[in-house]
């Protein structure tokens, strides 16, 4: 073996080492560079730091965590969540780490594992309120009601005036059959929020509940008036009509409604009751078929449906729907209770 070429392979091994010992070439510093670059707009010159960062420590968070923002931004959700989830692993208490990966999973339709990760940065910033309002967004969708409510808890307060967490405090309520929480929550909002036509519409909802029909109605004429665009109050006047026996003028209503929101499961269910009332049974059951198709989980919606198919002499269906709607109704009396 040569001189020459001891010198040379020592010559190789120095080189990293030099590479590592230059500050500027380390990686707290190149996420520094980065950090600034994206700051500039500079995205490509921020990639290629973070690349050199990441050759140097495959592992480090803060770095899988700017490229998985990166790739979250250009619209590479997959490559974005295998960065975030290394990055998870590697530091498993950093709160902007584990939302972004929520917030990514829930785009992606992985709501098991974004509930997860949801949890853990609620655990980390009880106080973040967009991180809260995301993970009771994802407990009412399971008719989680107590979870909903508890996560909200810190931003239900008069001083912050967050009118989205009373929306979704509301709809929590509502979900779980608890009335008297429900009007509490929608009187002390309406203090809050005078003007607000989503929670006027509530508002309006409650005196319905209540069947005070026609504070209900000057409740939700109302808020159509703040807020013509919000299917909701369309829907609770229909449904306020049709309890009023005024079938047609609440087919009206919640079309309306679906006009707003074209899969809004309970306005498609309100146009069924109303048909089935009107001896429309053809055009009822297609509606509720469309409502059943949007909320599976509804059981108001099989009930109606068994009611139908009694009425056209469809035993087997009925039966079928029947007993789903107890199961349903089963399920969200056990995960629906709020304190």
């Known amino acids: 073996m040569t001189r020459l070429f001891l010198l040379a392979i020592l010559f190789a091994t120095l080189l990293p080492r030099a590479a590592a010992e230059d500050p500027a070439a380390s990686p707290p510093a190149l996420i520094v560079l980065a950090e600034r670059q994206l700051r500039q707009g500079q995205v490509a010159q921020a990639r290629e730091a973070l690349g050199r960062a990441l050759a140097s420590n495959p592992a480090h968070p803060r770095a899988l965590y700017l490229l998985g923002r990166l790739e979250y931004s250009a619209g590479h959700l997959p490559e974005a969540a295998a960065r975030l989830q290394k990055a ?119 005196y319905s509940e209540r069947g005070d029909f026609a504070r209900a109605k000057g409740f939700l004429e109302r808020a159509m008036r703040l807020d013509p665009g919000d299917h909701a109050a369309y829907y609770v006047l229909g449904d306020v009509l049709l309890k009023e026996g005024r079938n047609q003028e609440a087919i009206r209503y919640f079309r309306l409604g679906i006009e707003r ?30 409502a059943r198709k949007l909320l599976p989980e509804d059981p108001a919606v099989r009930l109606e449906l068994s009611k139908l198919y009694f009425r056209l002499g469809d035993e087997d269906r009925a039966r079928a729907e029947s007993e789903e709607f107890r199961r349903l109704k089963q399920k969200a009396g056990e995960s629906a209770a709020v304190p």
């Open 88 to 206: 998870a692993q590697a530091a498993p208490d950093d709160f902007d780490i584990r939302f972004l990966l929520g917030a990514l999973l829930v785009e992606m339709g992985q709501r098991n594992q974004a509930m997860a990760q949801l949890e853990a940065a609620n655990r980390l910033q009880p106080d973040h309120s967009d991180a809260a309002k995301l993970l009771a967004i994802e407990y009412n969708r399971l008719l989680r009601s107590r979870d909903t409510v508890r996560v909200l808890q810190p931003f239900l307060v008069p001083e912050l005036r967050d009118e989205e967490a009373y929306l979704l405090a509301l709809d929590a309520y509502h979900k779980s059959g608890d009335k008297e929480q429900s009007r509490l929550a929608a009187e002390t909002a309406v203090r809050l929020f005078p003007n607000s036509g989503k929670i006027l519409g509530w508002m309006g909802y409650q």
């Open 261 to 290: 929101k074209p899969d809004h499961g309970e306005a498609h269910a309100g146009v069924g009751r109303a048909m089935a009332a009107l001896g429309r049974i053809d055009e009822a059951l297609a509606e509720l078929q469309k």
